[in-house]
């Protein structure tokens, strides 16, 4: 069984035939919502609204951990597929496009990252390829299957929201190397990680970003509500196809 955790605008999943919901207890708090069991594409999978399911939570707020562990509790998770809305920082990812990284900057402070701390002995995780490949993988087979474009590969940098990058800041993720930005996909990532679960990142670009392109004046939220409304339905057509294979 895949979970399925939305970001902004997936609060919730189409075509989600939805069974159960279950409220998990962690030691580190509360998660962002109940957990929803239910059936997609005739397959079991398990969903989690980042954001809450009133999209409440801003990125700074999100209890990662409590999310984590959580998701941690379901005895046979194949693994987390993160879907999250970036804006595109390489010339060439304009609005609309989807992308599987590889690859992470973290730029994000004061957010509790990690579960070795405390009493829990010390774990240096590597964390060289912060992805699972297989994972990755098998997105780029499901998108393919389905005749859908995405760019398989890239940089994933993460800041601390809730605002928007300055032009400025921009300009110094690309010179770091990175290819998107975006503002959830730490620590969430690295707690997946620490905790031994498979994860990947499915991006849909939903705006160029601060000072590129489009966006060279000003980033536009109605475009980004245009995007995301036409998007996040291609989005749900990889993750459905990733099930039917992995059902397969």
């Not at 509500?225 to 993750?239: D, E, L, N, T």
Request: with cysteine.
């Amino acid at each position: 069984m895949y979970a399925v955790i939305g970001g902004s605008g997936l609060s919730k999943l189409p075509g989600f035939q939805l069974e159960r919901r279950q409220v998990f207890r962690t030691p580190y708090g509360e998660p962002s919502g109940a957990l929803m069991f239910g059936h997609l594409a005739d397959e079991e999978v398990v969903f989690l609204a980042r954001h809450g399911y009133g999209h409440t939570i801003a990125p700074h707020q999100i209890n990662y951990r409590a999310n984590m562990s959580a998701l941690s509790q379901i005895a046979d998770l194949d693994g987390i597929l993160s879907v999250a809305s970036v804006g595109g920082i390489r010339p060439d990812l304009l609005p609309g496009q989807l992308l599987i990284p590889d690859q992470i900057l973290d730029y994000t402070s004061g957010r509790p990252s990690t579960f070795f701390e405390g009493s829990a002995q010390v774990e240096h995780i590597d964390f060289t390829w912060p992805y699972d490949q297989t994972l990755r993988s098998g997105l780029r087979a499901a998108a393919d299957a389905i005749n859908e474009s995405v760019v398989f590969g890239g940089c994933y940098a993460c800041t601390q929201g809730p605002r928007l990058e300055t032009a400025a800041e921009v300009k110094r993720l690309a010179r770091d190397g990175a290819d998107i930005v975006g503002m959830t996909g730490m620590p969430e990532a690295a707690l997946a990680r620490e905790l031994n679960i498979p994860y990947a990142h499915l991006a849909l670009v939903v705006n160029s970003a601060a000072g590129v392109g489009s966006s060279a004046q000003e980033i536009s939220h109605a475009q980004i509500a245009q995007v995301v409304a036409a998007g996040m339905s291609r989005v749900m057509g990889v993750v459905k196809s990733m099930i039917q294979l992995h059902r397969d």
